[in-house]
Structure formats: structure tokens, C-alpha cells
């Protein structure tokens, strides 16, 4: 398999919401660990204030001098703790410990930044290789420099506070080894539910017959899934016009080619048992026009086969100046007028810019050029002119032939339609291409009777073209256009 496969959809919705999940598992373990602490800290800190203002009670400031009555039923009821070490201690300004507990940490000058005598303040140390948690104040009468400040402290290890902890921590983060697998498959059978209506859809492509290219319902669809079908169906319209196509095209072929293959058969067994050389060559002659009779049958199944499929129409529209377009097409047809005695003639007026496909237009100048003038006879005119009359392009090709009724008008865009007089050779094609073409540019083709008397007149109206109007500049920028440009007469 190769390595730039795309995974399953489920499997990377899957993967989207648990890797989020296991990425935050350990960031909720630590949070629920740093507030288990604070939590756990809160009622014993509490208790060590109270502590401290119990022994801050017994101590008495007479004369200055600080003296303690703190009985020993006191002492023993204030270190009466199971669990943790309790030490205490009380010091006088010159560093003597007066009762309690030698050796405690002294305060550190980021735990001291402005006392308030009276006040109970909380820190952290360490004493005899344990984590202690110490609450002191200071005992001080008006007006007593910082000195002479009596310090009270009572400290306790964390023993209590780290049980009580990790009680907590315990009883957040094991119902999450319950709920975390659930949640794991609650996502999966609702994914698995989700999805369904792509399975279905799934299901319903593969169970459709390969003929059938009808366009798929979008009652049952979820919303999400709405864009992909609808773009879907617009992919088996395009196929389904695309199969109409080559069938019309095999269809019309079979129908179209076995009359000249039977003549060219006809011609050819004529010649083989022909002696006469004039025959010969009158035979061949035949044979050569039967040739060039099917090609040009062929281009023409070809080029409708192409139009109708829309191959060409999916090449890019550009300006172009049509009136040029259609000169140069006249130039090429001039030949064959001559030779046919009829006068081929090119007219012009107004502004001739459209938007399209040059190399159908050429197509459709061609077909409609060719039709008009196998239906006229020697001696005949044929007009072609571009007008420009805003807001369209008006192409136009006249004739004086056998002209057409109000009947034959619209049945001649009809593919092998032909008109009555059967006396010019022709397929029927012609006039089909030039009203898919003209289809292709948001146009559509007539052909009536000739106004001024004989013959007819082919119409194909374009839209004109618009150039793209200049990007406004918001009024600031007018300044700075004007210095970027050049003054008059430089």
C-alpha cells in the first residue's frame, strides 16, 4: 500500500479526539494535584494560627521584657498529634530562645517583607530532614523599635497534609480510569453512528446499476454531506450528456455513413468491370467525389460529436473582435464562390468585441457561409456582415437562393433536416453545429426568409463585450496617485 494513502475517515476523527484527550489526562492530574495541596493546606493552616495565638496569650510584656506562663498540661496538649511533630518556640530581640523548641529555621528575608505585630504569617521550611509548615507573628507594645520584637513561632510536619492530599488526588483520578475508557467508547459508537449516513451512501453507489445515471436523492442526506452529492450529481449529469452523446454520435454515423460507403461499393464494382477508359476515369471521378462527400460527413459528425459533449465548450472564452474573425473565414470561402459563380461579399459597421471560443465561431462562420451558398445558384449573391448594435453583435449571412418558408425556419437546426430542394448536396449538419456553438455562447440562431426578396437570412446575435471597469482608490489614495505620477509636460 502506499505510503501517501489516505487513512479512514473514522480512524482520523478518532485520533483528533483522543489525542486531545490523552494530551490533557496528565495536565488535570497535575491541576487536581495543585489544588488537592491548597486544599489540604487550608484547615491545618488554620489550626497552626490558632496555635500561635494560643501561645502569643501566654506571654506578657512587663516593663518590656517578655515573660511566659505556658503550664506543661498547655505544652502536652499543643504537641498531642499522632501524626506530625509539632515544635514550637518563643525568642527574645537578642536572639534567646525563652521556651519551646532550639534550632528551628530562622526566617528567611523573602518570607520577612513587612511585618505587622499581631499578625499570623505562613512559610515553608525544612528541619531535621522534614518539610515543615511554620505560623509566627510578632508580639510588640506601641511604639517598640523592630528590635525588641518578640517572635512566636509553632511549626509542624506535613505528614497530615500530604495524607489528606493524596486522598483527594485519589478520589478525582480513579473514577477517571472508569470514566475515560467509557467516554473512549461512547466516541467510538457515536462516531460509529455518525458515519453511518456516508456507509449508506456507500452502499447506495455501489448496489446502482453501471446504466443508471440518474441523479442521487438528497432527502435522507445529512447536511454536511449535501455539497459532496449535489457535486456528485453534477458529475452524472456531465456523464449522462456525455454518454447521449456518443450514443447520437455511433447512431447517427451507422445512419449517415452507409449511403456513401454503398455508393463508393457501387462506383468501385462499376470501375472493376469497366474497359472503356473514359468510363474508367468518369467512374473514379464519382469515386473521388463520394470521398470527399463522406470526410467532409465525417468532420461534421465529428465536430457536432465534439460540440454537443462540450469538449470545446470547455476551453476558455477570450475577447475577441469578430468582425475580423468572420473576414478572415470569408477570405478562405472566396475560392469556392468563384468556382461556383456566385459573389461572395463582407460587410462591417460599429464596435464587433465579444467574449468567446475563436475557434467555434470559426466553426459557426463556416457551416453558415457553406450552407448559404449550396443553396444558392450561379450568378447568386451571398452577404456576410458584423454589425455592431450595443448592447449585441449581430452576425449575419444573406443569401438570394431558394430561400425558406416560415415552416422549414426552425425545423433546419434539426440535425440531418434538409430543405426541399433536394438538388444541393448537403448532410443536414450544418445549421445543427451553428445553433449548439451559438448554444455554447449564450445564443441562439435563426434563419427566415430574406426581406428583400429572395433567399434567406441567417442571424446569430452575441453579447457584446464589456471591458472590466478600473479598481476604485478610496479618496486617500488620490494623493498618492497624483505624486506617482509624472506632471504634464515632462
Known amino acids: 500500500m502506499s505510503s501517501e494513502t489516505e487513512r479512514s475517515l473514522f480512524g482520523e476523527i478518532l485520533d483528533w479526539m483522543l489525542a486531545p484527550l490523552l494530551f490533557v489526562w496528565p495536565l488535570s492530574i497535575a491541576f487536581t494535584h495543585y489544588f488537592a495541596n491548597n486544599v489540604a493546606n487550608y484547615p491545618y493552616d ?30 502536652a496538649l499543643l504537641r498531642a498529634d499522632e501524626t506530625d511533630s509539632v515544635y514550637f518556640q518563643v525568642v527574645t530581640p537578642g536572639g534567646r530562645v525563652l521556651a519551646g523548641d532550639k534550632g528551628l529555621p ?31 507573628t510578632y508580639l510588640a507594645e506601641p511604639r517598640m523599635p523592630r528590635e525588641q520584637w518578640i517572635l512566636i513561632e509553632v511549626g509542624e510536619t506535613t505528614e497530615k497534609r500530604t495524607q489528606l492530599a493524596n486522598k483527594i488526588v485519589a478520589s478525582v483520578i480513579l473514577p477517571q480510569f472508569v470514566i475515560i475508557p467509557l467516554a473512549v467508547l461512547l466516541v467510538w459508537f457515536g462516531l460509529s453512528r455518525g458515519l453511518r449516513p456516508l456507509t449508506r451512501l456507500r452502499q447506495t453507489i455501489e448496489t446502482r446499476d453501471p446504466e443508471d445515471l440518474s441523479p442521487i436523492a438528497t432527502r435522507r442526506v445529512p447536511e454536511e454531506l449535501e455539497p459532496l452529492v449535489e457535486a456528485f450529481n453534477e458529475m452524472l449529469e456531465r456523464m449522462k450528456k456525455s454518454v447521449e452523446a456518443q450514443r447520437r454520435f455511433v447512431a447517427d454515423a451507422a445512419h449517415q455513413m452507409r449511403t456513401p460507403l454503398t455508393g463508393l461499393k457501387t462506383q468501385a464494382q462499376f470501375a472493376i468491370r ?22 467532409r460527413l465525417v468532420n461534421q459528425l465529428l ?29 478562405e470561402w472566396v475560392v469556392v464562390a468563384l468556382d461556383k459563380g456566385i459573389d461572395l461579399g463582407y460587410e462591417s459597421e460599429g464596435e464587433t468585441m465579444i467574449s468567446g471560443n475563436s475557434f467555434l465561431l470559426c466553426e459557426l462562420a463556416k457551416n453558415l457561409i457553406d ?25 449575419e449571412v444573406e443569401d438570394d437562393g431558394v430561400g425558406i418558408s416560415e415552416e422549414q425556419a426552425e425545423l433546419v437546426f434539426e440535425r440531418f433536416y434538409r430543405v426541399d430542394d433536394a438538388s444541393a448536396e448537403g448532410s443536414g449538419l450544418g445549421l445543427a453545429i451553428v445553433q449548439e456553438i451559438a448554444n455554447q455562447h449564450d445564443s441562439r440562431a435563426s434563419l427566415s426568409p430574406n426581406p428583400r426578396g429572395r433567399g434567406a437570412i441567417a442571424r446569430v446575435p ?29
Not at 516593663?63 to 506562663?69: A, D, F, H, I, T
Not at 462540450?310 to 475577447?319: D, I, K, S, T
Not at 453579447?463 to 504634464?488: H, K, M, N, T, V
Open 106 to 136: 530562622p526566617i528567611e528575608a523573602v518570607d520577612e517583607l513587612d511585618p505587622v505585630p499581631g499578625e499570623t504569617y505562613l512559610r515553608n521550611a525544612e528541619y531535621r530532614g522534614q518539610d515543615l509548615r511554620i505560623a509566627y
Open 46 to 75: 488554620q489550626a497552626l494560627r490558632e496555635h500561635v495565638a494560643a501561645v502569643a496569650r501566654q506571654v506578657k510584656l512587663v516593663n518590656g521584657k517578655p515573660v511566659l506562663s505556658l503550664p506543661a498540661s498547655a505544652r
Open 303 to 331: 465536430t457536432l460529436a465534439r460540440t454537443e459533449g462540450g469538449e470545446l465548450a470547455q476551453q476558455r472564452h477570450e475577447p475577441l473582435d469578430l468582425a475580423a474573425l468572420v473576414r478572415e473565414v470569408v477570405e
Open 462 to 490: 452575441f453579447r457584446a463585450w464589456q471591458p472590466p471597469l478600473p479598481p476604485q482608490l478610496p479618496p486617500d489614495d488620490f494623493s498618492e496617485l497624483y505624486r506617482q505620477s509624472p506632471p504634464i509636460g515632462t
Open 274 to 295: 469497366e474497359t472503356d477508359p473514359d468510363a474508367l476515369r468518369h467512374a473514379l471521378r464519382q469515386i473521388a467525389m463520394g470521398v470527399d462527400r463522406a470526410g
Open 371 to 395: 450552407n448559404a451558398i449550396r443553396y444558392t445558384p450561379t450568378g447568386g449573391h451571398v452577404t456576410c456582415r458584423v454589425l455592431g448594435v450595443p448592447p449585441t453583435v449581430l452576425l
